[in-house]
């Protein structure tokens, strides 16, 4: 029993053998014609250029980029070039070779409310000539969100607030200090222990609306921590890749087709 399973085995090697010396000039008929279709898909691909840039802003959120960047991915979907021309400042030809925009990263760290926030975002175009325009233009896109402008003016006017509040608490301070030194200067009898709390108080209340006020004039709603970087090659084409894969594709289905054609002929 097992002499005649090493027979049978023998058997089918060799008739695998014979089938592919008998049709090894269709095998290679097909490597051929798959390698060339890959080839040619490969070739007839609109190609893809992906460059990166990182931008920060401080009163940005990742959702709310994200509400930016989709409307301008719509936007270039549906070719509104009427006003991605204005929004962008780029002509219609220069837009319908934007392919999208992604945010792929950003600083997760957790920061203050009005702390700079890094956006790391994507960009894929169809030729890669306009990339160093697309700094200014991505720049005046975010500038003119709407999403920005509320955002900003809704953080402005809060810290606006906050620090009109230290002002008033720090003027409380300075109204209990000179009271405080005027008992002292009556020789009270009071006691005044918490005098230089009061002042510690008041340092840190100075501190904290230095701080405020800084911000308030640096406002920095957006700005561009770095450039686009300009890809030479494509990230889509590789026409080894697709070649190998039409050359195998179309092998195999070569080989399936004669192995299927000989088997019904031999019935």
Not at 2 to 17: G, P, Y
Not at 83 to 92: A, C, I, K, P, R
Request: a positive charge.
């Amino acid at each position: 029993m097992v002499e005649s399973d090493e027979i049978d085995l023998i058997e089918v090697v060799k008739n695998v053998i014979r089938f592919f010396k008998k049709s090894k000039f269709y095998i290679l008929t097909f490597i051929a014609i798959g390698a060339v279709l890959g080839f040619l898909y490969d070739w007839q691909k609109k190609p893809i250029y992906t460059a990166k840039i990182t931008v920060a802003s401080a009163y940005l959120k990742k959702s709310d980029f994200n509400i930016i960047i989709q409307k301008l991915n719509n936007q270039i979907q549906y070719k509104d070039y009427k006003n991605l021309t204005e929004q962008l400042n780029l002509d219609s030809t220069l837009i319908s070779q934007i392919n999208k925009f992604e945010i792929i990263e950003k600083d997760d760290k957790e920061v203050n409310e009005s702390a700079l926030k890094e956006f790391i975002i994507n960009m894929s175009v169809h030729d890669n000539s306009i990339i160093d325009t697309m700094n200014v233009s991505l720049y005046n896109y975010v500038k003119k969100s709407e999403i920005l402008k509320l955002k900003s003016q809704t953080t402005i006017a809060k810290y606006t607030k906050l620090s009109s509040k230290i002002d008033e608490e720090i003027a409380q301070l300075e109204l209990l200090k000179i009271k405080t030194i005027s008992l002292l200067n009556n020789e009270s009898k009071f006691f005044i222990s918490n005098f230089g709390s009061i002042n510690e108080t008041v340092v840190k209340l100075y501190e904290q609306n230095l701080i405020l006020k800084e911000r308030l004039e640096q406002n920095v709603d957006f700005m561009i921590l770095e450039k686009f970087n300009k890809p030479n090659q494509p990230s889509n084409k590789n026409a080894l890749k697709f070649s190998l894969i039409g050359a195998f594709v179309f092998v195999f289905l070569g080989i399936v087709s004669l192995a299927t054609y000989n088997f019904i002929k031999s019935i």
